[in-house]
């Protein structure tokens, strides 16, 4: 029974691990998503700072003169 009882042991050590691993990768996962949803966030509002700017310069760059006159 010792020898059962020492598998068992290293069995639930085992399964404690991969436990705290599991708990480790969904929380990086968390993370991650997170991330990614912030730095989606602030692409599309770069694009649509970028997109006014052109529109801006365009619309300016037909009022002025040239450099040369």
Same mark, same amino acid.
């Given at each position: 029974m010792d020898a059962l009882d020492k %598998? =068992?042991?290293?069995?639930? *050590?085992? =399964?404690?691990?991969? #436990? $705290?691993? *599991? !708990? +480790? &990768? *969904? $929380?990086? #996962? /968390? %993370? !991650? &998503? /997170?991330?990614i949803a912030t730095l989606e966030r602030s692409m599309r509002d770069l694009? +649509?700072?970028l997109a006014t700017l052109r =529109?801006?310069? /365009?619309? $300016?760059s037909h009022s002025e003169r040239p450099p040369h006159y």
């Open positions: %598998r =068992l042991t290293e069995m639930e *050590v085992r =399964l404690t691990f991969i #436990d $705290d691993t *599991v !708990q +480790s &990768l *969904v $929380d990086t #996962d /968390a %993370r !991650q &998503l /997170a991330r694009r +649509s700072e =529109l801006e310069q /365009a619309g $300016d």
